[in-house]
């Protein structure tokens, strides 16, 4: 096959890329610029568009002599992630920029133009295992768990997933490390990314505070609607955020509060006890069902990228996906997607996603 | 195989390979006193010397620095603050090592005025003229470059100083591109400073040349031991100015006309193949290795891959160090817009060049087009998402 693999600068997908080489692939490796300003964002290791990482992705292509070349998608990520992801807030959800970049750019802007040029695939270090079955690609989770990022890539759709590669599912990430090692390629001790890349400095409210300017509003306690401060914006906050609510006098009972729901409109925050946050029902939408499944289905709902996982039993009506969790989950928070697994041996496997709508 | 990316480098020449691999074993720093030392000095006075003959300049005028790069900056920087005065002029279309120069003097309080080029990215008289206005002797210096390294339009230097000469301003002019391409003469050009650079013309990398009238002052980039009249210093890079000096010597007296006649089959070609391709540049007054097109519908990353799979390597504008290909400003100040900016290629042919290379070309550009096609287009295609997607 022709395959083109995105090359991050980081050793995932270095190794990924090594590996599409060994199995006998012609591959050609892109990095994807997704800033104007490369400087601007942030230096050292952590990020995934910098200079420094574009010279990591030539370096690593070099290793394994394969063509190499920087492709500016810098204008359609800052419409297709930054600006969703600026929108998003402003409507009191909160976005999975990973996940969004996924499903717009590397597998969408990306992926097109890659297929249009006469590749077969596109590769990546992503940890998550795909699959072919009577002509059906099947998403499931890594076998490492704590890498796991199935449910970033789980809201592709089926002719997505079978233009996609992910030659890591496969593998711990300890394993990855060492056979960059092996392979000579200089970014196996490479930290890991966190965060946000086109947030440098991981100050995520203040990104925002910069872009949708200050918006006050008041943090209001749910139970008896007391006013218990006064806030800048509910782009500040989260559902399930318990530090940086600003509010001097401790709760009655002496016990710690959490934001419970966001409402953009009136710009109010409400706050309150731990257990008022635990959800047992999620209406989503927009959803995407690789797996045929028609009912209700038995399955395991995971509401964040990390963690945040519980029995459930879900059902596709219409255009929205029903879960009724069978255990509560605390952090619900709109604008996350729930996705939906079938528990396997062989890793749990992807039988949808949809974006969180509201929680009850 | 086919290297069609001879504005970038080209290869050394074999007589410049040969006198530059001589100097490599022989022994002295040209500053020194003894014998060895002597011996270095004369060799570099000697290659100054024919370069200055070559180019129609003094040898006192050979200022040798470490590339096309250094001259630029030590024109547009040391003129301007050896002149004291606030205005410096300068062309939109320049390449980035005065551009940018010119750029920061800006961010250090002087005044740029921009000099607009015409459609095929020349600047007229009339315009530096206009620039110049009613105070000249608030002008430092001018700045307008010989032969444009994209799109390949020479400019009229002559015509260009002569105006900036009657009103008492120096021109500087970087001739990169046209040194060793088209007749270049220092002193019938009239310009006050010229950079040229040694890889473009056969030559080696990491060394060029200012020259620069005795009568203009220059202030120094680099101070330490006061080589090259004071206004360059570092010890010489004798082996470097040897090859380069053979080079220029081999290079302005070999004929172009082969180049210009390869150039002319390679624009039939690539417009024969695609019609609707857009020759950018001036089509008489260019470099002879030059061809610029404009490929609608298709982005220059795309193409430049294609190409290179196929064996042809060629350009999508100037190099940029993250290796992005930005719209090019050169296009953009001849009245291109963004997106078609995006859609082009740099065709240049050199000293080895064949009609082999034109041939490889010939046969590969429709196909590459009509895949880049394909792939613009479906870069501009963006998925509604429906109710429920599989």
């Known amino acids: 096959m022709r395959v083109l693999a995105a090359m991050s600068g980081g050793v995932d997908s270095a190794v990924a890329a090594a590996r599409a080489v060994a199995a006998g692939h012609e591959v050609v490796g892109v990095h994807l610029a997704l800033s104007a300003k490369p400087g601007t964002l942030r230096t050292g290791a952590r990020g995934c568009c910098t200079v420094e990482d574009a010279h990591d992705a030539r370096r690593a292509a070099d290793v394994l002599g394969i063509p190499f070349y920087v492709w500016d998608f810098a204008e359609r990520f800052t419409e297709e992630v930054i600006e969703d992801f600026v929108a998003e807030y402003a409507a009191g959800r909160t976005p999975n920029p990973c ?60 002719d997505q997933l079978r233009h996609a590669m992910f030659p890591l599912g496969d593998t711990v990430k300890e394993q990855v490390r060492a056979e960059a090692e092996q392979r000579g390629l200089s970014v196996a001790d490479k930290p890991d990314s966190h965060d946000i890349c086109f947030i440098p400095d991981g100050d995520t409210r203040g990104f925002l505070s910069d872009r949708l300017g200050e918006r006050d509003g008041l943090l209001v306690d749910d139970e008896t609607g007391a006013v218990l401060g006064r806030h800048t914006g509910v782009h500040g906050f989260t559902v399930g955020q318990r530090k940086g609510l600003g509010i001097d006098a401790p709760a009655g009972d002496g016990r710690p509060r959490y934001v419970l729901a966001l409402e953009p409109v009136s710009g109010t925050v409400r706050v309150g006890a731990a257990e008022k946050l635990a959800v047992t029902g999620i209406t989503a939408t927009h959803p995407v069902v690789p797996v045929m499944w028609h009912g209700p289905v038995e399955c395991v709902a995971q509401v964040r990228a990390h963690g945040g996982t519980a029995p459930a039993v879900a059902e596709l009506i219409g255009d929205e996906v029903l879960v009724s969790l069978r255990e509560p989950l605390r952090g619900v928070a709109p604008g996350q997607a729930v996705v939906l697994y079938r528990p396997d041996q062989a890793g749990d496997l992807v039988l949808g996603s949809a974006t969180i709508a509201t929680t009850r | 195989m086919a290297y069609l990316d001879h504005a970038a480098t080209t290869p050394m020449l074999p007589v410049a390979v040969a006198a530059m691999t001589e100097a490599l074993s022989t022994l002295g720093n040209a500053s020194s006193l003894h014998t060895s030392g002597r011996r270095a000095r004369r060799a570099v006075e000697e290659a100054r010397e024919d370069l200055a003959d070559a180019l129609g300049a003094r040898p006192s005028e050979v200022i040798f620095t470490a590339g096309g790069t250094e001259s630029d900056n030590l024109a547009v920087k040391g003129i301007y603050w050896a002149r004291e005065r606030p205005r410096v002029l300068s062309s939109t279309v320049e390449h980035h090592a005065v551009l940018d120069a010119v750029e920061w003097l800006g961010g250090t309080g002087a005044q740029v005025g921009w000099l607009d080029a015409d459609e095929s990215g020349r600047i007229t008289p009339q315009r530096l003229a206009e620039a110049i206005g009613s105070a000249p002797e608030e002008v430092a210096l001018a700045t307008v470059m010989w032969a444009n390294n994209e799109v390949g339009t020479v400019n009229e230097v002559r015509e260009l100083a002569e105006v900036a000469a009657a009103h008492g301003v120096p021109l500087h002019t970087d001739a990169v591109q046209a040194v060793g391409s088209v007749p270049v003469s220092f002193a019938e050009s009239g310009a006050a400073a010229l950079t040229l650079s040694a890889h473009k013309l056969g030559g080696p990398y990491g060394v060029g040349a200012l020259l620069l009238r005795r009568d203009v002052k220059c202030t120094p980039l680099l101070h330490g031991g006061g080589q090259e009249r004071d206004v360059r210093s570092g010890t010489l890079n004798v082996p470097a100015v040897i090859g380069m000096a053979a080079a220029v010597r081999a290079s302005v007296s070999e004929d172009k006309a082969h180049i210009a006649a390869l150039r002319e089959d390679l624009v039939a070609a690539v417009r024969h193949a695609v019609p609707d391709a857009v020759y950018n540049g001036d089509p008489v007054h260019r470099l002879p290795g030059n061809a610029h097109f404009t490929f609608p519908g298709c982005e220059g990353d795309s193409l430049l891959m294609l190409l290179d799979a196929k064996g042809i390597e060629c350009s999508t504008g100037s190099a940029c160090t993250a290796g992005v290909a930005q719209p090019s400003h050169v296009l953009l100040a001849m009245g291109v817009d963004a997106a078609t900016a995006r859609g082009s290629l740099r065709f240049s042919l050199g000293h080895n060049s064949t009609a082999q290379d034109v041939a490889e070309l010939a046969a590969a550009i429709g196909p590459a087009v009509e895949r880049a096609r394909n792939a613009g287009l479906a870069g501009m295609r963006r998925r509604t998402s429906s109710s429920v997607r599989v």
């Open chain 1, 99 to 158: 996940l969004r970049c996924n499903e717009k750019i590397k597998f969408e802007a990306l992926l097109d133009k890659a297929v249009a040029l006469g590749f077969d695939a596109v590769c990546t270090g992503h940890y998550a295992q795909l699959s072919v079955v009577d002509g059906r690609p099947e998403l499931r989770r890594s076998v490492d768990e704590g890498k796991d990022q199935s449910y970033v890539l789980a809201s592709l759709t089926s």
